[in-house]
């Protein structure tokens, strides 16, 4: 069965570091682009972050550009999020997503999410 499993959120204060993990299993990871989201109270779903299959190219959104990173383990079927300098803004629940385009249609999965919470 296809998983994506989500961990590392938590509690942590304006300026401090998190990092997110995002186990793969199900499927085969090296195939799919990797992406993270968040989603705010009161705010639709917002891409953050994305990372191509072979982790040679990466894209951000422009409010954390300069302090995530995404990276990704293929050996290990999984994709981080380091986030630095983190701010209250920051604080929503964060989704792990993979996604594969194939002539006709395009597939996608998603993780069950994690609370990151950044306040003092």
């Known amino acids: 069965q296809v998983q994506l499993v989500e961990s590392g959120g938590g509690l942590v204060q304006p300026g401090g570091s998190l990092r997110l993990s995002c186990a793969a299993s199900g499927f085969t990871f090296s195939s799919y682009a990797m992406r993270w989201y968040r989603q705010a109270p009161g705010k639709e779903r917002e891409l953050v972050a994305a990372i191509t299959p072979a982790g040679t190219s990466t894209n951000y959104a422009d409010s954390v550009k300069g302090r995530f990173t995404i990276s990704r383990d293929n050996a290990k079927n999984t994709v981080y999020l380091q986030m630095n300098s983190l701010k209250p803004e920051d604080t929503a629940v964060y989704y792990c997503?993979?996604?594969?385009?194939?002539?006709?249609?395009?597939?996608?999965?998603w993780g069950q999410g994690t609370q990151v919470t950044v306040s003092s």
């Open positions: 997503n993979a996604e594969r385009s194939v002539p006709g249609h395009t597939i996608n999965y």
